[in-house]
């Protein structure tokens, strides 16, 4: 899901951007801050979320982690300005998933077979990221494109064109 959400932005961010009133000389630069401060955060959070772990177990941190993340992926498509965009997709980052599950397979797994368990993480990782791409395509912008019973004439998604992605992620 972390990967899915990663690459949820990409078809459609430029798109979001320009909408936004940019100007066209800052849409790339926008657009590229958008899509890199959710691994950033993802980064610098890292060693506190295994230090937090470490300190108030790994449920807890999991748990509250995985809703400020839920939270920041469903608001990404609610945006009216590029900070909004950069804020929540950082929020998004805050996720404590890419630390926090190597854990336990490392504990629960014996060294023999440790390197197989974990080779199983790059196909999963561009599984999902393969997944947002296709999500985020289809679903952004769809009023008038996609079919009634999918929001395809809903005024809310005439005024949030980028939000139906997002909350299917959100949702997922």
Same mark, same amino acid.
């Given at each position: 899901?972390?990967?899915?959400?990663?690459?949820?932005?990409?078809?459609?961010?430029?798109?979001?951007?320009?909408?936004?009133?940019?100007?066209?000389?800052?849409?790339?630069?926008?657009? =590229?801050? %958008?899509? *890199?401060?959710?691994?950033?955060?993802?980064?610098? &959070?890292?060693?506190?979320?295994?230090?937090?772990?470490? !300190?108030?177990?790994?449920?807890?941190?999991?748990?509250?982690?995985?809703?400020?993340?839920?939270?920041?992926?469903?608001?990404?498509?609610? =945006?009216? %300005?590029? *900070?909004?965009?950069?804020?929540?997709?950082?929020? &998004?980052?805050?996720?404590?998933?890419?630390?926090?599950? !190597?854990?336990?397979?490392?504990?629960?797994?014996?060294?023999?077979?440790?390197?197989?368990?974990?080779?199983?993480?790059?196909?999963?990782?561009?599984?999902?990221?393969?997944?947002?791409?296709?999500?985020?395509?289809?679903?952004?912008?769809?009023?008038?494109?996609?079919?009634?019973?999918?929001?395809?004439?809903?005024?809310?998604?005439?005024?949030?064109?980028?939000?139906?992605?997002?909350?299917?992620?959100?949702?997922?």
């Amino acid at each position: 899901m972390d990967s899915l959400t990663y690459g949820l932005i990409f078809p459609f961010i430029v798109e979001y951007i320009t909408s936004l009133d940019v100007p066209q000389d800052k849409t790339g630069l926008y657009a =590229g801050i %958008s899509e *890199g401060s959710l691994m950033l955060a993802e980064a610098a &959070a890292a060693p506190f979320w295994a230090k937090a772990a470490d !300190k108030y177990g790994r449920k807890r941190c999991a748990t509250l982690g995985f809703m400020v993340s839920v939270l920041a992926s469903g608001c990404v498509g609610f =945006g009216q %300005s590029v *900070g909004w965009i950069i804020f929540w997709r950082m929020c &998004a980052g805050l996720n404590p998933t890419p630390v926090l599950s !190597k854990i336990p397979i490392t504990e629960l797994t014996h060294p023999s077979n440790r390197g197989f368990i974990f080779s199983i993480y790059s196909p999963i990782f561009n599984t999902g990221y393969l997944l947002g791409h296709l999500i985020g395509g289809w679903l952004a912008n769809p009023y008038g494109r996609l079919p009634n019973w999918m929001g395809g004439d809903s005024s809310f998604f005439k005024r949030w064109p980028y939000a139906l992605p997002c909350l299917v992620n959100a949702f997922l």
